[in-house]
C-alpha cells in the first residue's frame, strides 16, 4: 500500500482559500489520488480523484505534479461547514480493495 | 439514491459477549468493505466482499471476527467474543464493480466494550 504523509492540522479563515498538501513518494504507475472528507459521527466522504494533472469539480481542485510524489487539495473560499478532517488516499481505480487512510488532515475555519 | 446505512449506530456490550453490526450498501453496488477505526488510531480496511464473496480478508484481525454477505446484499460483521480492544467505529462502504470513483460510505456504528 501506498502510504500517504499530510499536516496532522491547518487552520483558516472564511473566505480563504485553503490547499492541503499529500506527500505519496512510492505511488505506484496505476494508483490514483482519491481526497476524502470527513465530519464527526459520519463517514467519509468522497471530493475529488485524479491521476495527474489537474482536476477540478464543484467542490475542490486537485494538483498533480509530473513526478506524481504529491498532491494538492485546494478549496475555494472555504466556510465554516469545511470544518472537517481531510484524508489524502492512494490506490488503484480498479482495485479498490483497501485503502489507507492515515491521519488526515483536520481543517479548522475560523469566522 | 439512498446511501449506504448501517445499525445499530451506537452498540454498548460487555466484554465476552456478542455483538452484530449490519451493513445495507447501495442497491445495485457489488462491491462491499469493512473499515474501522480504535482507540482514535488510523481508519483501517478489515475486508472486502465482490457480491456474496469475500475478495479480501486481509484486515481482519483475528478469528473472533465473522463477515457474511448472504445473497450479496447487506453485510454483517460479527464479533464473537468481543474484547475492550474492539472498541471503535465500524464503517462500511459500498462501490459499484467498476469504474466508480470513491466508496460512498455509511454513518458508522460506535462499538464500545465495557
Known amino acids: 500500500l501506498a502510504k500517504t504523509t499530510q499536516p496532522i492540522s491547518m487552520d483558516s479563515y472564511e473566505g480563504q482559500e485553503v490547499n492541503i498538501t499529500c506527500s505519496h513518494n512510492?505511488?505506484?504507475?496505476?494508483?490514483?489520488i482519491t481526497w476524502y472528507q470527513q465530519f464527526p459521527s459520519q463517514g467519509p466522504r468522497f471530493i475529488i480523484q485524479?491521476?495527474?494533472t489537474k482536476v477540478t469539480n464543484e467542490v475542490a481542485s486537485l494538483f498533480i505534479p509530473a513526478d506524481r510524489k504529491s498532491s494538492t487539495l485546494s478549496l475555494p473560499r472555504v466556510s465554516l461547514s469545511d470544518t472537517a478532517v481531510y484524508y489524502c488516499?492512494?490506490?488503484?481505480?480498479?482495485?479498490?480493495?483497501?485503502?489507507?487512510f492515515g491521519s488526515g488532515t483536520k481543517l479548522n475555519v475560523k469566522p | 439514491e439512498a446511501g449506504v446505512t448501517q445499525f445499530p449506530s451506537h452498540s454498548v456490550i460487555e466484554k465476552g459477549q456478542t455483538v452484530t453490526l449490519r451493513c445495507d450498501p447501495i442497491?445495485?453496488?457489488?462491491?462491499l468493505y469493512w473499515y474501522r477505526r480504535v482507540m482514535g488510531k488510523e481508519i483501517k480496511f478489515l475486508l472486502h466482499?465482490?457480491?456474496?464473496?469475500?475478495?479480501?480478508e486481509s484486515g481482519m484481525p483475528n478469528n473472533r471476527f465473522l463477515a457474511e454477505r448472504t445473497g450479496g446484499t447487506y453485510s454483517t460483521l460479527k464479533v464473537q467474543p468481543a474484547e475492550l480492544e474492539d472498541s471503535g467505529v465500524y464503517f462500511c462502504?459500498?462501490?459499484?464493480?467498476?469504474?466508480?470513483?470513491?466508496?460512498?460510505f455509511g454513518s458508522g456504528t460506535r462499538l464500545t466494550v465495557v
Open positions: 485524479g491521476y495527474k
Open positions: 488516499l492512494v490506490g488503484a481505480e480498479y482495485n479498490f480493495n483497501k485503502f489507507y
Open positions: 512510492n505511488i505506484a504507475t496505476n494508483d490514483y
Open positions: 462502504a459500498s462501490s459499484r464493480a467498476t469504474g466508480d470513483k470513491g466508496y460512498t
Open positions: 442497491s445495485g453496488h457489488d462491491n
Open positions: 466482499f465482490v457480491k456474496e464473496s469475500k475478495q479480501d
